[in-house]
């Protein structure tokens, strides 16, 4: 091995988290390479695609008016169905029409990331796609570098940094995590869809650039411990499913199935008729949240975004963010160590108390028992949805009955099917899981 | 395109089928399989979660021979199938430059 071939630091994957820290250790002037097993960055990328980008904005400042993102989300919807109805919060402001458009954009991660490496690649890191990391070299209990495929060539360094996505291969090798637990991981199935852009706008009530995101729960996903997803992008909307791999086990669903459903449901189907099919897409979602962290760094090891578990599972759904935050502060660090020459696991480990003064793992810590509680509490999506929807069918039914008979009725059923009790224990719990 | 067409049909441009989804994928398939599968522990599994849940359909059953068929070049790279039967499914990347390539992802 020659010495030329020594780099400060290999970062493995070019997504946001791996991108986000080359960077900012190219622009502190430390040698680095992205290592991409894409033939190009994105080229293995899937997300729902709502971007969040505090962190990008300061990366690359006024960003939006150069990389290829797809609209800024001024409505949000959150919404419950049962079979044949749909119970909604539904949120829209012109208030974030302006710069920085609340952070919030739609992607495509194929355009997204290819254009994201372009700028980092300026900035003075080396990326290299088509090369996948097959293992880490060691010295002892030391990451001194990585080994490649195809070709098997062998790169030293001080560090590397794992931003190798939800897999996590090379964590594992390092002993920072043990097997991946079904129960943790999400499997989701996506599909982009075409339509044209005035039917994009006309159906969803968007002005000019305007976008929406929906989060669907309870039907969309056939009672599953999961959500549905519908993003407005330019003329395309972004579709899909995610559950538990062990929940999907359990109902023996195949998640193309789920996502069927998902659009055939009577308050889908109207928005993607006249659709055309464009690409079909699967990824996991690491769900384990704060309990499940594995451990983040080792010597000459930092574990960033996905591949160190920090993805916010809660009606948020945020990843990108906490990945691209988590790249920023493991290249802060990496500068850190190398002043002081010290890429021990001690010099190394004031990353996840980086983290953990942040609002990455502020933002895990504070859902950290949401996720248990509705694994616990399978009733609250599987039934509620039906039940809620069911008392607010009678309660709108028109009929020639009094209106004090009807309320009387509808809270005589409310009683009997869920009872004051429980509802109050029940949104008691729900409080107490998300504080 | 009306905004009035209805349901979607066989012949609609909005697939249904994993088959008809997979012909909108791109991949750059490799030769040798990345996927390996353990046949004597796969054919002792009585749930055989692989068959249903891999959303490629990646894995098919020999109702003759009662081994599973492995069509590792429609695989999307989800990881999904070792998580899920970690037993039997030994599931690496494809070589780099390999696999699937999205155009939106
Ligand atoms: C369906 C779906 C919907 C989502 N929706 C949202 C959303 O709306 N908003 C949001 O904020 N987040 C969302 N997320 C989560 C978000 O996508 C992730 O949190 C984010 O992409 C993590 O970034 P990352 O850089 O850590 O990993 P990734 O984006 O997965 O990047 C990892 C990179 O490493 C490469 N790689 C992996 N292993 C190797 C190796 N051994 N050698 C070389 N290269 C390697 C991969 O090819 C990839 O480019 C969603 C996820 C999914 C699956
Ligand atoms: S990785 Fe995903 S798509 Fe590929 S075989 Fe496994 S489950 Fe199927």
Same mark, same amino acid.
């Given at each position: 091995?020659?010495?030329?071939? +020594?780099?400060?630091?290999?970062?493995?994957?070019?997504?946001?988290?791996?991108?986000?820290?080359?960077?900012?250790? #190219?622009?502190?002037?430390?040698?680095?390479?992205?290592?991409?097993?894409?033939?190009?960055?994105? #080229? +293995?990328?899937?997300?729902?695609?709502?971007? @969040?980008?505090?962190?990008?904005?300061? !990366?690359?400042?006024?960003?939006? /008016?150069?990389?290829?993102?797809?609209?800024?989300?001024?409505?949000?919807?959150?919404?419950?169905?049962? &079979?044949?109805?749909?119970?909604?919060?539904?949120?829209?402001?012109?208030?974030?029409?302006?710069?920085?458009?609340?952070?919030?954009?739609?992607?495509?991660?194929?355009?997204?990331?290819?254009?994201?490496?372009?700028?980092?690649?300026?900035?003075?890191?080396?990326?290299?796609?088509?090369?996948?990391?097959?293992? =880490?070299?060691?010295?002892?209990?030391?990451?001194?570098?990585?080994?490649?495929?195809?070709?098997?060539?062998?790169?030293?360094?001080?560090?590397?940094?794992?931003?190798?996505?939800?897999?996590?291969?090379?964590?594992?090798?390092?002993?920072?995590?043990?097997?991946?637990?079904?129960?943790?991981?999400?499997?989701?199935?996506k599909e982009v869809i075409s339509l044209?852009? /005035?039917?994009?706008?006309?159906?969803?009530?968007?002005?000019?650039?305007?976008?929406?995101?929906?989060?669907?729960?309870?039907?969309?996903?056939?009672?599953?411990?999961?959500?549905? @997803?519908?993003?407005?992008?330019?003329?395309s909307l972004?579709i899909?499913?995610?559950?538990?791999?062990?929940?999907?086990?359990?109902?023996?669903?195949?998640?193309?199935?789920?996502l069927e459903?998902?659009k055939?449901?009577?308050?889908?189907?109207?928005?993607v008729?006249?659709a055309e099919s464009q690409e079909y897409a699967?990824?996991?979602?690491?769900?384990?949240? @704060?309990?499940? !962290?594995?451990?983040?760094?080792?010597?000459?090891?930092?574990?960033?975004?996905?591949?160190?578990?920090?993805?916010? #599972?809660?009606?948020?759904?945020?990843?990108?963010? =906490?990945?691209?935050?988590?790249?920023?502060?493991?290249?802060?660090?990496?500068?850190?160590?190398?002043?002081?020459?010290?890429?021990?696991?001690?010099?190394?480990?004031?990353?996840?108390?980086?983290?953990?003064?942040?609002?990455? =793992?502020?933002?895990?810590? &504070?859902?950290?028992?949401?996720?248990?509680?509705?694994?616990?509490?399978?009733?609250?999506?599987?039934?509620?949805?039906?039940?809620?929807?069911?008392? !607010? &069918?009678?309660?709108?039914?028109?009929?020639?009955?009094?209106?004090?008979?009807?309320?009387?009725?509808?809270? #005589?059923?409310? +009683?009997?099917?869920?009872?004051?009790?429980?509802?109050?224990?029940?949104?008691? &719990?729900?409080?107490?899981?998300?504080? | 395109?009306?905004? *009035?067409?209805?349901?979607p049909?066989?012949?609609s441009p909005l697939k249904e089928t $994993?088959?008809d989804k997979l012909f909108l994928v791109?991949?750059?398939?490799?030769?040798?399989?990345? $996927?390996?599968?353990?046949?004597?522990?796969?054919?002792? *599994?009585?749930?055989?979660?692989?068959?249903? $849940?891999?959303?490629?359909?990646?894995? %098919?059953?020999? %109702?003759?021979?009662? %081994?599973?068929?492995?069509?590792?070049?429609?695989?999307? %790279?989800?990881?999904?199938?070792?998580?899920?039967?970690?037993?039997?499914?030994?599931?690496?990347?494809?070589?780099?430059?390999?696999?699937?390539?999205?155009?939106f992802?």
């Amino acid at each position: 091995m020659s010495e030329e071939e +020594k780099f400060d630091c290999i970062i493995v994957g070019a997504g946001p988290a791996g991108l986000s820290a080359a960077i900012t250790l #190219a622009k502190a002037g430390v040698e680095v390479a992205v290592l991409e097993r894409g033939e190009y960055p994105g #080229a +293995k990328n899937v997300m729902g695609g709502i971007l @969040f980008t505090t962190i990008l904005d300061k !990366l690359l400042p006024d960003f939006w /008016e150069k990389a290829p993102v797809e609209r800024h989300i001024t409505h949000r919807r959150f919404s419950l169905l049962s &079979k044949d109805s749909e119970i909604a919060l539904d949120f829209k402001t012109a208030g974030y029409n302006e710069p920085p458009y609340n952070h919030t954009w739609s992607v495509l991660r194929a355009k997204f990331d290819r254009w994201f490496a372009e700028q980092v690649e300026e900035a003075g890191a080396m990326i290299i796609p088509g090369m996948m990391v097959s293992e =880490l070299l060691m010295d002892g209990d030391r990451v001194v570098g990585v080994k490649t495929e195809p070709g098997g060539d062998e790169l030293n360094c001080d560090v590397v940094i794992s931003a190798e996505g939800v897999n996590s291969f090379l964590a594992e090798q390092a002993g920072l995590r043990k097997q991946h637990d079904p129960a943790h991981m999400a499997v989701a199935v996506k599909e982009v869809i075409s339509l044209p852009q /005035e039917t994009i706008e006309d159906r969803f009530h968007l002005n000019d650039s305007e976008g929406c995101a929906y989060e669907i729960f309870g039907q969309a996903v056939q009672g599953t411990f999961g959500s549905g @997803f519908v993003y407005t992008n330019k003329d395309s909307l972004s579709i899909g499913v995610g559950s538990t791999i062990h929940d999907m086990k359990r109902h023996k669903l195949n998640p193309n199935d789920v996502l069927e459903g998902f659009k055939k449901h009577p308050a889908i189907a109207p928005l993607v008729r006249g659709a055309e099919s464009q690409e079909y897409a699967a990824h996991m979602i690491p769900e384990g949240g @704060f309990h499940h !962290l594995p451990k983040l760094t080792t010597n000459g090891l930092i574990l960033t975004g996905d591949a160190a578990g920090l993805i916010n #599972a809660s009606h948020y759904h945020e990843g990108s963010n =906490l990945a691209m935050a988590s790249g920023v502060m493991a290249a802060e660090t990496v500068i850190a160590a190398k002043e002081k020459g010290d890429f021990s696991d001690a010099s190394l480990s004031t990353y996840r108390q980086k983290l953990d003064d942040s609002f990455v =793992l502020k933002d895990l810590k &504070k859902f950290q028992n949401l996720s248990k509680f509705l694994n616990e509490n399978p009733h609250l999506l599987r039934d509620y949805p039906d039940i809620i929807s069911g008392m !607010l &069918k009678d309660y709108f039914t028109i009929s020639e009955k009094p209106k004090a008979v009807i309320e009387k009725e509808v809270m #005589a059923k409310f +009683k009997k099917e869920i009872g004051i009790w429980n509802i109050g224990k029940d949104l008691y &719990k729900i409080w107490r899981a998300m504080r | 395109m009306s905004d *009035d067409q209805v349901v979607p049909t066989e012949n609609s441009p909005l697939k249904e089928t $994993i088959e008809d989804k997979l012909f909108l994928v791109k991949y750059k398939p490799d030769k040798d399989s990345h $996927i390996e599968v353990d046949q004597e522990k796969f054919k002792a *599994d009585t749930l055989k979660a692989v068959l249903f $849940i891999c959303p490629a359909k990646v894995y %098919e059953l020999n %109702e003759e021979t009662g %081994e599973c068929m492995v069509a590792f070049e429609n695989c999307l %790279e989800c990881g999904t199938c070792y998580v899920s039967c970690p037993e039997y499914v030994v599931w690496k990347y494809p070589r780099g430059g390999f696999g699937v390539q999205y155009r939106f992802g």
